[in-house]
């Protein structure tokens, strides 16, 4: 099973970015989804997840600013970033748990002027 993210980049403070989580040898439908995130120096965190059923749940650091959704036909899961802040920055990581724990390579979003 796969799980790999991409759409990090470089933005400024309060600008946006969209990451996307592609997954491959799973029943994707079936299974919560949740995006992590990992600062240098600090413990990884969770950013929010999503249930099968489509019910979301967020940190409160990111609460009215981020957005997560999910493609069940596309096997997809995305995380929509606005208002972007310099604490933002990290590497995000897709993470399902099937028998065991997967996780994605990650993709580093960083917020700088």
């Known amino acids: 099973m796969q799980l790999v993210e991409s759409g990090g980049g470089l933005v400024q403070p309060g600008g946006s970015l969209r990451l996307r989580c592609e997954t491959s040898?799973?029943?994707?439908?079936?299974?919560?989804m949740y995006w992590y995130r990992q600062a240098p120096g600090k413990q990884r965190e969770l950013v929010a997840s999503?249930?099968?059923?489509?019910?979301?749940t967020y940190a409160d650091s990111v609460k009215g600013r981020f957005t997560i959704s999910r493609d069940n036909a596309e096997n997809t899961m995305t995380l929509q970033m606005n208002s972007l802040k310099v604490e933002d920055t990290a590497v995000y990581y897709c993470?399902?748990?099937?028998?065991?724990?997967?996780w994605g390579q990650g993709t580093q979003v960083t917020v700088s002027s």
């Open positions: 993470y399902v748990h099937r028998v065991r724990d997967y």
């Open positions: 040898g799973l029943t994707f439908r079936i299974y919560t």
């Open positions: 999503i249930a099968r059923d489509g019910t979301t």
